[in-house]
């Protein structure tokens, strides 16, 4: 069965950091197109971080400079990098992968990151 599965949310301090991961089963990333969204209470859905099957990226201006995302096709696995957490980085990340001539998407169930005192 296809899954995504993230980890790595919790509670951290403003200006602290957190490394969140994907772990991809049941098909290969390699070809895929794989992004971080995520969403607070009250909010819509949001893209916060994109990694091309080349590598090529692409972030929301509010996380540029602050979040990294990155892809390990040997390990199947997708990465978010977060440092300089704000209080409104607080969400549930998801992370979702396509690959579009497929007309083929994926969703993870969310791992949760607070950014509080």
């Known amino acids: 069965q296809v899954r995504l599965v993230e980890s790595g949310g919790g509670l951290v301090q403003p200006g602290g950091s957190l490394r969140l991961s994907c772990a991809a089963s049941?098909?290969?990333?390699?070809?895929?197109?794989m992004s971080w969204y995520r969403q607070a209470p009250g909010n819509e859905r949001e893209l916060v971080a994109g990694i091309s099957s080349g590598s090529s990226t692409n972030y929301a201006d509010s996380v540029k400079g602050r979040f990294t995302i990155a892809r390990d096709n040997g390990k199947n696995m997708v990465y978010l990098q977060m440092i300089g957490l704000k209080a409104e980085d607080t969400a549930l990340y998801y992370c979702?992968?396509?690959?579009?001539?497929?007309?083929?998407?994926?969703w993870g169930q969310g791992t949760q990151v607070t950014v509080s005192l």
């Open positions: 049941g098909f290969s990333i390699s070809r895929y197109h």
């Open positions: 979702h992968a396509e690959y579009t001539p497929w007309l083929r998407e994926y």
